[in-house]
Nanobody, 116 residues
Framework: QVQLVESGGGLVQPGGSLRLSCAASGFTFSNYAMSWHRQAPGKERELCATLTSTGVVTYYADSVKGRFTISRDNAKNTVYLQMNSLKPEDTAVYYC?????????WGQGTQVTVSS
């Protein structure tokens, strides 16, 4: 079955960096686009970034543009989110996701907290 497992979250000071990873299994990873979403407390889930099966980035939210970079390694079945210049408003649970045969799958999420 499709599984997505995020890692790399944690507590970081404003201006710091984190690199999130999402390990995928149960489907042919190299055939599918991948995305990162996030959900802050009391807010709706927000799409952060998307890239195609071949690694072409097709979307960054305005709130992360220029600070976050999405990438993938198809040999490792992993998608990444490099987050730089982090701000307190980036505090959220971050989820990777994909759509396989018409169904959207989500990981369990990884918490990112930006605070001094």
């Amino acid at each position: 079955q499709v599984q997505l497992v995020e890692s790399g979250g944690g507590l970081v000071q404003p201006g710091g960096s984190l690199r999130l990873s999402c390990a995928a299994s149960g489907f042919t990873f190299s055939n599918y686009a991948m995305s990162w979403h996030r959900q802050a407390p009391g807010k709706e889930r927000e799409l952060c970034a998307t890239l195609t099966s071949t690694g072409v980035v097709t979307y960054y939210a305005d709130s992360v543009k220029g600070r976050f970079t999405i990438s993938r390694d198809n040999a490792k079945n992993t998608v990444y989110l490099q987050m730089n210049s982090l701000k307190p408003e980036d505090t959220a649970v971050y989820y990777c996701n994909t759509r396989v045969t018409g169904r959207r799958y989500w990981g369990q999420g990884t918490q990112v907290t930006v605070s001094s």
